[in-house]
């Protein structure tokens, strides 16, 4: 591993925590609506196979743009995931089935649809899996330009790509708009009790479709940069369960957060940072060891924001709970 390399470190913590982030901010977005959306895994693989087939299919015909080939990722990716949010709210939302079962069933469902379509769609092509140009790979993984070498703060900040500069804006437009803005606000109050946002004339189930299925989109932009990632090695190529339990990191970085976009950015840095200290950090233990750290850190993470008594530390009061307009 040789001397430690602080840069190198935080510049991979960051890159490490993008699809960390993207997932998080989803699930607050949606649980702002009282939903509770345990799918955040299947939606994230959802938008990985929507958001590689898209570049992939346009390749296939001849394309070479990558702007085009970037747009096509970002929407369909967003798109098939919402759609997996789609019908967790036709289900929970206009049927009323109980979310928690209805998130597990959708982390199911969206696991398997991705590795079917991820390896079926790659045996039609000779190399028998799914994978795009190095072109498209390097639009997504690219820093930012005209900072390169210029040393510092500029060196690292030349290693971010645009995905790390659309989470950290995302962060910031859903902070202003759940603290700041009328219909955030609106939003928060469907969250925290549904019947007197109905009666003061908020349309509550159309808060809760909106928030839940736009929610999942953002998350869908997660499984996207996992699957583009090229410090995996493999970036641009479907891989076999790529998510790799990311989406459960991401619903207990929620909580971490205390529902808050702002504190989302700093929790998905440091589940960052642990994902890849093995590869930076010699303590002397087996690599599995390492593997572990961010699940005994969720553990830990839950456990303390379970003693805090805080009201604003505390989740939304209808989070979970079928609204009955009836028994308003």
């Known amino acids: 591993m040789g001397d430690f390399n602080l840069a190198g470190f935080l510049t991979a913590a960051v890159l490490a925590g993008v699809p960390l982030l993207f997932g998080t901010l989803g699930e607050i977005l949606t649980e702002k609506s009282g939903n509770l959306n345990l799918g955040v895994e299947g939606m994230m693989f959802m938008g990985a196979v929507g958001g590689l087939a898209g570049p992939y299919f346009y390749e296939q015909v001849g394309g070479t743009s990558q702007i085009i080939a970037v747009l096509l990722g ?16 036709v289900l929970t939302i206009t049927l009323r089935a109980n979310q928690n079962v209805t998130g597990l069933a959708l982390t199911i469902f969206g696991t398997g649809f991705a590795n079917f ?27 930012i330009m005209g900072l390169k070498g210029a040393g510092g703060v500029g060196d690292f900040f030349a290693s971010m790509n645009f995905m790390v500069v659309l989470g950290l804006l995302l962060a910031g ?72 339990g990311r989406g459960w990191i991401a619903v207990a ?8 976009p702002t504190r989302a950015i700093l929790g998905s840095l440091v589940f960052g940072a642990l994902s890849i200290m093995r590869l930076y950090i010699n303590l ?14 969720t553990v830990i993470v839950l456990i303390a924001v379970s003693m805090r008594r805080k009201r604003e530390n505390q989740p939304p009061n209808s989070l979970g709970l079928a609204y009955f307009r009836e028994e308003r």
């Not at 970002?74 to 709210?89: D, E, I, M, Q, T």
């Not at 939003?187 to 509550?204: F, K, Q």
């Not at 970085?253 to 808050?260: E, K």
């Open 253 to 260: 970085l929620v909580i971490f957060a205390t529902w808050s």
């Open 117 to 143: 379509f991820g390896e079926a769609i790659g045996s039609t092509n000779a190399s028998n899996y799914m994978s795009v140009g190095k072109p498209t790979v390097d639009a997504f993984n690219n820093g």
């Open 284 to 297: 002397g233990i087996p690599a599995q060891i390492y593997s572990i750290f961010p699940y005994i850190a």
């Open 74 to 89: 970002l929407v369909l990716a967003f798109l098939c995931a919402a759609f997996g949010a789609f019908l967790y709210s």
């Open 173 to 244: 437009f859903l902070a202003w708009f759940l603290g700041r803005s009328r219909k955030g606000l609106n939003l928060r109050s469907v969250g925290e009790s549904p019947a007197t946002a109905d009666a003061a004339g908020i349309n509550v189930t159309a808060y809760k479709y909106l928030a839940t299925v736009l929610g999942g989109g953002i998350c869908g932009l997660g499984g996207l940069y996992i699957v583009m990632n090229a410090s995996s090695g493999v970036g641009g190529t479907w891989v076999h369960n790529c998510v790799g």
